[in-house]
């Protein structure tokens, strides 16, 4: 039985905040004003933070192939490859990724403490063993997947991807894991174009309200809460599903993804199974909608749980 003490942790470091590469249309320091934003409405305190480090690279090679490692490691990565992430290759960007992931690896045994805790970055679900596309080059939720498997921490694991984009390197590298069970529920016809295989998915049509979104995930979390069993949650809250995003094609408003929130902490906290979120995509072209948004999964946070 799970133990909840009123100290929701939040994953946060400054090398979080990137430097914007040329060709990205959309501001990256969502990462630097979110935390800011956060304390100065009083949802958490400095002392909610805490600072990860980086990870200890038995966890990357856990579901990444030791090639991609070493050369992204090595800053060797082709310029056809780094393309396909977004990113111009730096050490800066190396550095960033590691101590991600670590920081939703971290984030699992504070979870294992409090019910939950959460990263300010990650959810980098379109990272595959051998490479990275989309803005992802290390995958963190599955490297702190395999950890919790690894040491015996849990036994049967639900992802629950509720970006606008389908999880599709987190589908690949769990596709032969029966102790991971991967869900995403995302737009049918928006990137990738070619869709992997998770264990469940949901491709939901362009203009999808919060009425068909809302009905249709209750409808799929009590079916997986039966299917499945997990005794842990990792949730990708992307909030690029609302409709004022830039690249997301669906219609749903700022009250319905911070029910969609909600949905997810309440199924976790009423099951008592201990849940990590990791904050994903997120691209209107008004700015205050992007932290208005991430900020209302931090808040559902502390009011569920806390």
Known sequence: MLDYYNMLRVAWEENYVLPVPANHRFPMSKYEVLP???????????GNLFRPGKVDERW????HDRDYWE????RELSAKEMRRTGFTMSQALVDREVTIVQGTLACTEYALLHGIAMN???GTHHAFTNRGEGFCLLNDIAAAANYLLETKRARKILVVDLDVHQGNGTAEI???ESRVFTFSMHGAHNYPLVKETSDRD?????GTDDRLYLTTLDRELKTLLDKVGPDFIFYQ???DILGTDALGRLGVS???CRQRDSMVFRLAKDNRIPVVASMGGGYSREFRHIIDAHANTFREAQYVFF
């Open 36 to 46: 800011e934003q956060l304390i100065h409405e009083g949802t958490i305190g400095k």
């Open 202 to 206: 949901v491709g939901l049509p362009d």
């Open 254 to 256: 700022q009250a319905g």
């Open 174 to 176: 769990f596709r032969n």
């Open 120 to 122: 300010i970055a990650g």
């Open 71 to 74: 050369r992204l490691k090595a």
């Open 237 to 239: 809250s992307g909030v």
């Open 60 to 63: 990357i090679l856990g579901v």
